[in-house]
């Protein structure tokens, strides 16, 4: 560090010069945050405005109307009637069934999937077999096949099975393993000491064992990871549930405020009913964030010191 | 650990099978679809009348514009379609070609319709190449100006004016004046004075809603109709598309040239954009649009909205497309005389004169529409510039043909390049080929 101060000015108390290094970052990180953090802000604001008023003032930085209607019109709690004279379109979004639906089909899916995706990156990582990379490298080719290319074929495997409007039905294309997530946790499961596990062995320990008491704990960090973006991404999953689970009792959140969205052509949305149901729909994967948020930072960590 | 995950996947599976319900209906229920939130509090009422007339149980479904279509077709392949839906013009001609409708005529309960309570001509548009009849019509709709009273005030312009309004396809006419005068950009200059800035535009004078595609329903098909041009060579059931019509050409050159001179929105601003909410920003004085959204723009707080008749044109008349809904039977509907009492149930007088007093739509039936016309008139709200156009004769048919879907795919992006300026309207004469061959 070359010296910033000449020996015979230490005894002045130097005027504190601002510090562009440190003050640059800081404004940076302010502006990035403003600008994540806005959005919310505005999705609270509309939600909380008269969807009849919003129009007319569009720029207003406060709600405008301050009323709690749209929440009241995403819990059920408001007449058809009521709904209209606030702005609303008339249309309403069952909730809690709709929360319900998604709250089972993402965990199953996620449950499932990374349960899954974990023995088969077992199988792959710890396992020695013949043609095992060759497997392994087909496997991961079909991370390059793109969903929408599937979609067909799994809407007729579906149909034929009978399980059209069913959360079977829904859950069963992503509840196997997906190729990322066996990527993922192989990538962890390779970088595991052998000696553990030979000790393992040597006490007896099949397999099985090995896998849930040795494997799996170790890698609690790596499969919190997994699970929270499984969940995310299925939390947010449209396509599938709208082309299978399109009847009101399977339907989950995304499908019900893509529903709730568009109504007559042209007609503009609800708008604040649907921020007000878009932000409560937000708020389970932000708990699970603040839950699993150390977990993904020490993960993260932990593949960092490898 | 084992007992933990076997515990899981037990829970999981009952849940899988708690959560497996809906399937196809073996109880007398009918499944009744439609995509207009608006009018949803209306038919649920007809359906609660008629569940207590029959005892048939129905159960409605609402879902919105966008998903309606895909969830319909889906549920035909699927056969978890609905027993009895709303169906469009548009869409109809397929359906029907694909086998996925129940001819009315066969249904006891819809065969004994008179037809002749339903406004001339509306009952028509729902029989097929076949001569059979598929839809019993509901509601129809016009096309009028809604405009912004305080911007219209502003410009000096008044209701008398707008409804004085005449058009032609070489220089506007007095709409274009008057579009002109009510374009203000940012400087407070108007769209026909000096110093116009048309890429700082303030407020529109008029809103574009889209492009149209090959319809222009509520787009420009108000303005072609007064040329006498016509979509097809004939309607319903044309076999030969007229896009290639120079004088139509001109027309649409016209139209895309008001974004070009910042008296219109560019196209790309309104991807994703509600024309109703822009205008009800402020941001627009006139706004075509169809009679269902009536109620969207009268809905708006703290914006004066009036409605006024579209301009006359060159033939001397005014003109709009004239469309309307029915409802029609699945034919994979496991209730099929249920399904036609409930179509004919919700097509008969004592349905729409419930609808009528929802001010939402105007009924179908004509007795009904008058009643429906009252209700607004009780809400302060003056329709009579959509009704004019069934008073005076010069509504004319939406375009009922095959391959609608087909069309649209083709037209959609070709009057897309056309209003956004990115070609000229002759371009048109390749799209109406290809348009064409598809009949051939």
């Known amino acids: ?202 006490d007896g320990a099949k397999h099985f064992c090995i896998f849930f008491q040795i494997i799996l704990p170790n890698a609690a960090a790596p499969i919190a990871t997994l699970v929270l973006l499984t969940f995310i991404q299925q939390w947010n999953e449209y396509f599938w549930p709208l082309l299978v689970g399109n009847s009101a009792d399977v339907r989950v959140l995304t499908v019900g405020l893509g529903v709730f969205k568009s109504q007559s052509p042209q007609g503009a949305p609800d708008w604040s009913g649907l921020m007000a149901a878009t932000l409560i729909s937000a708020l389970p994967v932000l708990t699970l964030f603040m839950i699993f948020g150390k977990k993904i930072v020490n993960s993260i960590g932990f593949s960092g010191v490898k | 650990m084992r007992r933990t995950a076997l515990g899981a996947l037990g829970v999981a599976t009952l849940a899988l099978t708690a959560c497996g319900g809906g399937g196809d209906g073996d109880d007398a229920a009918l499944d009744y679809w439609l995509w207009d939130a608006n009018q949803l509090p209306a038919y649920q009422q007809c359906v609660s009348d008629f569940t207590a007339d029959t005892g048939i149980d129905v159960e409605v479904t609402q879902m919105g514009w966008d998903d309606y279509w895909s969830s319909v077709t889906n549920g035909f392949v699927a056969d978890t379609a609905p027993d009895v839906f709303t169906n469009h013009l548009s869409r109809y001609p397929e359906f029907v070609a694909n086998g996925q409708l129940l001819a009315l005529d066969d249904l006891a309960a819809t065969a004994a319709v008179d037809t002749s309570i339903y406004n001339e001509g509306l009952a028509d548009l729902w029989i097929a190449e076949d001569g059979q009849r598929y839809g019993l019509p509901k509601d129809w709709d016009t096309i009028a100006l809604f405009y912004n009273e305080q911007l219209l005030d502003d410009a000096g312009y008044t209701a008398g004016d707008l409804a004085d309004l005449t058009w032609n396809p070489d220089d506007g006419g007095t709409y274009e004046e008057a579009i002109a005068h009510l374009s203000v950009d940012a400087n407070g200059i108007r769209g026909d004075e000096d110093g116009f800035d048309k890429n700082n535009v303030a407020v529109y004078g008029l809103g574009l809603n889209g492009a149209g595609s090959g319809q222009g329903q509520t787009e420009w098909s108000y303005l072609t109709g007064t040329t006498g041009w016509a979509h097809t060579d004939e309607n319903p059931w044309g076999t030969h598309y007229n896009y290639d019509d120079p004088d139509f050409q001109a027309s649409m050159d016209w139209f895309a040239a008001l974004a070009d001179k910042g008296f219109m929105p560019k196209l790309e ?127 004319f048919l939406f375009p009922i043909t095959a391959h609608a879907s087909q069309i ?33």
């Not at chain 1, 149909?159 to 079977?168: A, F």
């Open chain 2, 408 to 440: 649209d795919g083709i037209m959609a992006p070709a009057m897309d390049a056309v209003v956004s300026g990115k070609a000229p309207a002759s371009s048109l004469t390749g799209a109406n080929d290809q348009v064409n061959a598809l009949f051939e």
């Open chain 2, 269 to 395: 601003t309104t991807v994703g954009a509600s024309m109703a909410d822009t205008f009800a920003a402020g941001k627009s004085v006139l706004n075509a649009n169809g009679s269902w959204m009536i109620g969207q723009y009268t809905g708006y707080d703290d914006v004066e909205v009036g409605i006024a008749p579209t301009p006359t044109g060159p033939s001397g008349e005014r003109a709009s497309m004239f469309n309307g809904l029915a409802d029609s039977v699945y034919a994979g509907t496991d209730h099929p005389e249920e399904a036609a009492q409930l179509v004919a149930y919700l097509g008969s007088a004592d349905c729409q004169d419930v609808v009528a007093e929802a001010a939402v739509v105007f009924p179908a039936i004509t007795a009904s529409a008058e009643k429906a016309a009252a209700a607004y008139d009780a809400q302060g709200v003056d329709v009579s510039p959509f009704t004019t156009h069934v008073e005076e004769g010069s509504t």
């Open chain 1, 1 to 202: 560090m070359p010296l910033t101060r000449s020996p015979h000015r230490s005894y002045d108390r130097p005027a504190k010069r601002i510090n562009w290094r440190d003050v640059v970052p800081w404004v940076l990180l302010l502006i990035a945050i403003a600008v994540s953090v806005l959005p919310f802000y505005w999705v609270l604001r509309t939600s909380l405005s008269m969807n009849s008023s919003l129009a007319a003032n569009a720029t207003s930085l406060l709600p405008v109307g301050f009323n709690f209607g749209a929440f009241e019109r995403v819990f059920g709690l408001q007449s058809t009637q009521e709904s209209i004279a606030q702005g609303g379109s008339g249309a309403d979004i069952n909730f809690w069934v709709y929360l319900r639906n998604s709250v089972v089909f993402a965990s199953i899916t996620t449950a499932g999937a990374v349960f899954f995706s974990a023995m088969a990156a077992y199988a792959f990582s710890r396992l020695r077999w013949k043609g095992r990379n060759v497997v392994f490298s087909a496997f991961l080719a079909t991370m390059m096949v793109p969903p929408i290319f599937t979609a067909l074929p799994n809407f007729l495997l579906i149909k034929d099975l009978g399980l059209l409007n069913t959360m079977l039905g829904m859950v069963l294309p992503f509840i196997f393993m997906t190729p990322f997530a066996v990527f993922f946790l192989r990538q962890f499961f390779m970088n595991m000491s052998r000696e553990v596990e030979e000790a393992a062995m040597l």
